[in-house]
């Protein structure tokens, strides 16, 4: 079975950065597609960046050129780095793989950011 566990979220000021880390257990992991989701309150789910098994990646307009999306598969981990927080960003953020037709979510860590 696997599992996905997030890490890094916490309460911040504008303008600083985090990183997320999200551990994956289970045998699937390079094999995934990885992905980094938010949602805000009251707002659906968005997809904030992915990075396929091969490497090529895709960002969101909203963070384009702020967050980096990366992984290591040694560690079956996948991070997300945000600078230059904005309020905007606060949402709970979720990680996701996708293998074959198997979605698998994490439980989120909530990102907040104070003006």
């Known amino acids: 079975q696997v599992q996905l566990v997030e890490s890094g979220g916490g309460l911040v000021q504008a303008g600083v950065s985090l990183r997320l880390s999200c551990a994956s257990s289970?045998?699937?992991?390079?094999?995934?597609?990885m992905g980094w989701y938010r949602q805000a309150p009251g707002k659906q789910r968005e997809l904030v960046a992915l990075i396929r098994r091969g490497g090529s990646t895709y960002y969101a307009d909203s963070v384009k050129g702020r967050f980096t999306i990366s992984r290591d598969n040694a560690k079956n981990t996948v991070y997300l780095q945000m600078n230059s927080l904005e309020p905007e960003d606060t949402a709970v953020y979720y990680c996701?793989?996708?293998?074959?037709?198997?979605?698998?979510w994490g439980q989120g860590t909530l990102v907040t950011v104070s003006s």
């Open positions: 996701n793989a996708a293998y074959r037709s198997l979605q698998v």
């Open positions: 289970g045998s699937i992991f390079s094999g995934s597609d």
